[in-house]
């Protein structure tokens, strides 16, 4: 059944090769469609496309902001990624990210006088608060039945609120902009420098929680359990493998990722908690968690894609006429093309079903 | 099996045909199905179609009830050439269909049931009054004794078939299929099922019988139409076949129909309960305080109707479902509150009812499930919670291989793989690990004639190394063929045990909770 090719090397690309096709396809097809929207508009799809390329790729400013949209998407991606491997959707990542901002910029502030030996506790910290969220969800999941759709989405208002009101009233700072006070310079995330702008070292500290969180799926034990458990609760219980516990795990860890990508961004990024924060990049991960077909470097890959096309946007609204929501209408393409495979069946033919089975990624990868 | 009559099954010439399929051909990507099948009904007629599982017959029957569309190939009722778009068509045209899986609406009654969708009405409003009487008429009318005003809910398993029957009859059905009606049926309702087909086809009805079971069909069918490989391979008068020429058809090869069971050495009890009391899924008593007693080197046997409390027997002696009441005890120590992974570690395995949702998790690679009961234990686990790959993918390359699961390689998703060679994967898993004891259910279901034969052995075999293995079986036949000792559920206690020579009788009325009242505690 699966291509058997010389070295595991070999296997992990052909693997990786079937699993990107299918994605990359969806994202061609959305920009012709989106060709199409910009010609009906009188524009020319050429001259905006080529602007949205390189205000993503185009200059050290331009990889920069693509590098700081990324970062906070691979943890809020990873967040969903995670849950879904063990069946569970998790929506609650825009409060889980959050939780593990305000939790930042909290001890950024409070821990300032360690200097910089403070900053791996700070994130620690943030991880922690974002696992112990996640839990609760998972615990009323696994305990009393209640869905873990809803009430994750339900938590995210309790958590908005929550920070939202912490950051301006205990944790007010006192500059004028509303928001917590900065945290200590010598905390935050170095940026990279090399004219990238604002884009810092948490890009890495992202892709190590894909590294991670991709060890943990299938080179753990629990793994092993959150994944039987995703792909069939009948057997993971036959086989012993307690299925209410494995749940709250899985949606505490991906909120984990959450907490702290919601760290990196303020400690890497604004060095506080303005209010309002930066929003939608928990319900974005889960976009870019079903474009990176649920496996954490297919996250990094497709919260790449989103980063790109959002700095990409505000260069071509400035070049071109095209405006800012031309994004949205493509990511909202790329996204019916991606869970609507049926769709992309009747569009390219019977051929295509090989590239939308969802488990060849996890089979190329996962080994 | 069942005692064998004989039936007309004279020469066909001169009846009139009413239905003949010529040539069809059904693919489902890279996969044929139907290689240009052929076959031919005539009024009155039995006509069994046996295959394996995966031979093909249960296309064949779909695409003549119009819920898959032929590539090629033509459909004649009475002669005329028709186009069976869907089920309604089939039924206009006179097929009713009775599925393996009931379709029927539990809590409505029979008349309800059977006018489903074709109802009498006065004026806007069903006529419930009428459809009563005209239920009663048709039971009358083809001696199939139902309570029209009864609760579906309520009826044993061989009344609610009846009412499938009825219920294509209410249509004026003219062909009849029946999906391998035997599988939920006591040896008692088997025969009351033969008798009813006998008095259809008697009323110019034409039936064909879909099953995998040989005996079967030897009984009840004028002529038997044998599919292998989506191919039509023979149709023989049932007059003049045995059950090995047809074994041999099925199969393409020569099959032990028979295991030899050698002799073997009893020893101590290895796996037992004492009157355990378990819960169903729904929370009704399922296990109502059973005694049972497994010792090294035998098989004991369950034999009973489905539903009456074995798989919630097997989760308890297993560990994966929880005992209310009583003890288990597994080579002699008690486990009655260990979970399912610490059965297993001390010996236990267990080859579930439900392959697909218990025994494996199909969009795993065979490696991993391979390891889904020992990813925890050295060599597969080492420190910091890890788990090795490279070893489990090893290792179940050489289980596999052993246990002659094809395709043997270890990256291939479970469910990719036939009923049979998922079996085989699973017995690879259960009985590699040198167990104790072994509690097998329904280890044979839906797999086919060569797996069967596979998986008897390796039992057997288990069984002359002195282990303890509990079978538990629906299959008559198997339970009698390889156990030492037989014990029938019902309704969740143990009602009897009895020989391995028991005879359809004895154990019928047991199964039918008609026996001599021995108590289950």
């Known amino acids: ?367 | 099996m069942v005692e064998k009559r004989t039936r007309g099954g004279g020469p066909s010439a001169g009846i009139p045909k009413v239905l003949e399929m010529k040539g069809v051909t059904k693919t489902f990507g890279s996969v044929t199905a139907n290689d240009d099948v052929s076959l031919v009904l005539h009024r009155g007629e039995i006509l069994g179609l046996l295959g394996e599982n995966g031979a093909g017959k249960s296309t064949l029957m779909k695409i003549l009830y119009g819920l898959y569309k032929p590539d090629s190939g033509t459909i004649f009722v009475d002669g005329e050439e028709v186009q069976i778009r869907d089920p309604k068509d089939a039924v206009r045209r006179g097929i009713g269909m009775v599925h393996q899986h009931f379709t029927l609406i539990p809590p409505l009654t029979v008349a309800e049931n059977i006018v489903l969708g074709a109802e009498p009405r006065k004026g806007g409003a069903l006529d419930l009054n009428r459809a009563i009487k005209e239920t009663e008429e048709l039971s009358e009318r083809y001696g199939l004794k139902v309570d029209p005003r009864a609760r579906v809910a309520d009826l044993s398993v061989g009344v609610q078939q009846r009412v499938e029957i009825l219920k294509a009859l209410y249509r004026d059905a003219r062909i009849l299929i029946l999906d391998e009606p035997t599988a939920v049926l006591t040896p008692q309702e088997t025969e009351d099922l033969y008798g009813t087909l006998e008095e259809l086809v008697a009323d110019g009805l034409s039936i064909i019988l879909i099953t995998h079971k040989l005996g079967e069909l030897l009984g009840v069918s004028d002529n038997i139409t044998i599919i292998r490989d989506g191919r039509v391979v023979d149709t023989v008068k049932t007059s003049e076949t045995n059950e090995g020429a047809l074994a041999r058809l099925m199969v393409g090869r020569e099959v032990l129909l028979r295991v030899e069971k050698g002799a073997s050495e009893v020893g101590a009890p290895r796996l037992a309960a004492e009157g355990i009391v378990v819960l169903s899924s729904t929370g009704a008593t399922a296990v109502h305080g059973v005694d049972v007693e497994v010792r090294a080197g035998e098989i004991l046997g369950v034999a009973g109707v489905d539903g009456n409390g074995q798989v919630e027997l097997a989760e308890a002696l297993a560990g994966t479902r929880r005992v209310e009441e009583g003890r288990v005890y597994l080579d002699g120590e008690e486990v009655t509150g260990l979970g399912a992974d610490e059965r297993q570690e001390q010996g236990l395995a267990y080859v579930p009812e439900d392959r697909s949702h218990k025994g494996l998790v199909q969009d795993f690679s065979l490696w991993e499930n391979n390891a889904l009961k020992t990813y925890d234990e050295p060599p597969f686990s080492g420190r910091f919670g890890r788990i090795f790959p490279k070893i489990m993918r090893r290792r179940a390359a050489e289980n596999l291989k052993a246990y002659d699961v094809r395709p043997s390689d270890p990256d291939a998703r479970a469910g990719s793989l036939s009923g049979g060679n998922q079996q085989k994967a699973i017995l690879a898993r259960e009985l590699s690990g040198d167990p104790k004891a072994i509690i097998a259910a329904q280890p044979t279901r839906g797999v086919d004639v060569g797996a069967i034969e596979f998986i008897h052995r390796q039992l057997l075999e288990q069984r002359e190394e002195g282990k303890a293995i509990l079978l538990i079986s629906l299959e008559l036949e198997e339970v009698r063929s390889l156990s030492d000792r037989i014990v029938v559920m019902y309704d969740g206690r143990i009602v009897g045990e009895v020989g391995p020579n028991a005879t359809d009788e004895e154990l019928g009325l047991l199964m039918a909770g008609r026996g001599s009242g021995v108590g289950g505690r």
């Open chain 1, 1 to 367: 059944m699966t291509a058997r090719s010389g070295s595991v090397f070999g296997r992990l690309l052909a693997g990786a090769g079937g699993a990107l096709l299918f994605p990359v396809l969806a994202i061609l097809i959305s920009f012709a469609i989106g060709a199409v929207i910009i010609l009906a508009t009188g524009n020319d799809p050429l001259a905006a496309y080529s602007a949205l390329i390189s205000g993503a790729f185009g200059s050290p400013a331009a990889i920069g902001r693509t590098l700081v949209n990324t970062t906070p998407l691979i943890f809020t991606g990873l967040a969903v990624a995670v849950a879904f491997r063990a069946g569970l959707f998790n929506i609650g990542g825009e409060g889980q990210f959050y939780i593990g901002a305000v939790t930042a910029a909290w001890l950024g502030v409070s821990l300032g006088f360690l200097g910089p030996i403070a900053l791996p506790v700070v994130l620690v910290a943030c991880v922690v608060t974002g696992f112990l969220w996640g839990a609760i969800p998972g615990a009323l999941k696994a305990y009393f039945g209640a869905h873990e759709v809803i009430t994750t989405i339900m938590l995210n208002f309790i958590a908005i609120n929550l920070t939202v009101y912490l950051a301006l009233n205990p944790l007010r700072g006192s500059s004028l902009v509303p928001g917590t006070e900065n945290v200590a310079a010598a905390l935050r995330i170095p940026v990279l420098g090399f004219g990238l702008g604002r884009a810092n070292l948490g890009i890495f500290l992202g892709i190590l929680a894909a590294v991670a969180a991709y060890l943990l799926l299938w080179r753990t034990k629990r793994g092993f359990q959150i994944r039987a458990v995703g792909l069939s609760p009948g057997a993971a219980n036959y086989a012993g493998i307690p299925i209410g516990r494995n749940t709250v795990l899985a949606i505490a860890i991906g909120a984990a990722f959450a907490g702290l990508g919601g760290g990196v961004e303020v400690m890497g990024v604004y060095g506080k908690m303005a209010v309002p924060f930066v929003s939608n990049v928990g319900f974005n991960g889960i976009g870019v968690a079903l474009l990176g077909r649920n496996h954490p470097f297919g996250v990094v890959l497709g919260a790449l894609v989103f980063g790109g096309l959002f700095s990409g946007a505000q260069e071509m609204q400035f070049q071109t006429d095209v405006p800012l929501s031309l994004t949205v209408v493509l990511l909202a393409v790329i996204l019916l093309l991606v869970t609507a495979t049926k769709l992309v069946e009747l569009i390219l033919g019977k051929r295509a079903r090989v590239l939308t089975s969802g488990t060849r990624l996890e089979r190329g990868l996962g080994q």
